[in-house]
């Protein structure tokens, strides 16, 4: 049976704020977790009933947090924390646990405030106003895969000698046959193509790393087999090199080694996210793609928690 429990850890600049059940703090009254702000775009025709609709945009997320704390025998250590950490400086993230289901967010501090008090030794109540500029809830977990990865065959029992076999006859009995001749410790796996659950509430943006591991590759790719949008970088990457790619809106980046390498983008490459259902991505290069390991990370959104 789920436990009907709601948890709100605030990490803001190395600190943290924890609230609810088992806690310092009682969550009294919260609001905001279940949906953000709709701002719907229309216009009118003086000739038609009604007006039409021309898009819909899901805007900021506000999150109103009311809470108190359990005792009020440490109020001077507990205001103090309290006022330190609430710097509107600073950009925070909120771990929300409701019912059992966690959820990560980004939060910048739109005010707060200390509750009324009857007199200073009445325990320390706290109001917080937060406004989340990316309105969606992300799943705590980085799913990631490797495309191009070794699947390993090393296994147990394993037999070794005290000194080097100069013919099979000097094998032990019960180690024939597992030290005869070369063993395949592991074999390559090369997937061209993979396919990534988003079982999100809308589409997200995927992280691609091609790692060059052996030799060279030129102008590697990948695409959206669903949709044909791939994303295609011109240049000569040598064993070590590092390309990333992140197709996340607002945070659109290519890599090299670190450096940004975004003019290097073929012209025609699209920034595509993983839709909501399966997705199938493909990779390639124009040459030797067998030298890459593809590393692909995304993190499904759910419009509440």
């Known amino acids: 049976m789920t436990i009907n429990t709601l948890k709100i850890e605030l990490t803001c600049n190395g600190r943290t704020l924890a609230m609810g059940p088992g806690l310092d703090i009682d969550i009294t009254k919260v609001s905001g977790l279940e949906s953000s ?3 719907i775009s229309t216009s009118d025709n003086a ?4 007006v039409s609709v021309d898009g819909k945009k899901i805007g900021k997320r506000p999150i109103h947090i009311e809470a108190k704390f ?3 025998r440490n109020n001077p250590e507990n205001r103090a924390a309290v006022i330190k ?6 950009t925070g993230k909120a771990l929300i646990t409701n019912m059992g289901i966690s959820r990560n967010i980004e939060y910048e501090l739109e005010g707060w405030t200390f509750a009324e008090q009857r007199n200073l030794d009445t325990r320390l109540g706290i109001i917080v106003d937060l406004i989340c500029p990316d309105p969606y809830m992300l799943n705590v977990d980085n799913f990631g895969k490797n495309m191009a990865h070794y699947t390993k065959q090393f296994h147990f029992p394993w037999h070794s000698l005290a000194r080097r076999a100069t013919n099979k006859n000097q094998y032990p009995e019960k180690a024939r046959g597992l030290m005869l001749g ?3 410790m592991g074999y390559r796996t090369l997937h061209k193509e993979v396919v990534l659950a988003n079982d999100g509430d809308v589409s997200t943006g995927v992280q691609i790393q091609f790692v060059a591991k052996r030799g060279t590759v030129k102008n590697p790719k990948i695409t959206s087999v669903k949709t044909g949008q791939f994303m295609r970088v011109v240049c000569d990457m040598v064993a070590g090199d590092v390309l990333l790619i992140d197709t996340n809106p607002r945070h659109q980046v290519i890599e090299l080694n670190g450096v940004n390498f975004y003019h290097h983008i073929d012209r025609r490459s699209e920034p595509f996210e993983l839709e909501v259902g399966d997705n199938y991505l493909e990779y390639d290069a124009d040459e030797n793609y067998t030298n890459l390991d593809v590393n692909l990370y995304y993190r499904p959104k759910y419009l509440g928690v």
């Open 85 to 90: 950490f609430f710097n509107p400086k600073y």
């Open 47 to 50: 000739l038609v009933d009604g």
């Open 182 to 184: 070369g063993m395949i």
């Open 70 to 72: 359990k005792s009020g």
């Open 37 to 39: 702000e709709l701002e």
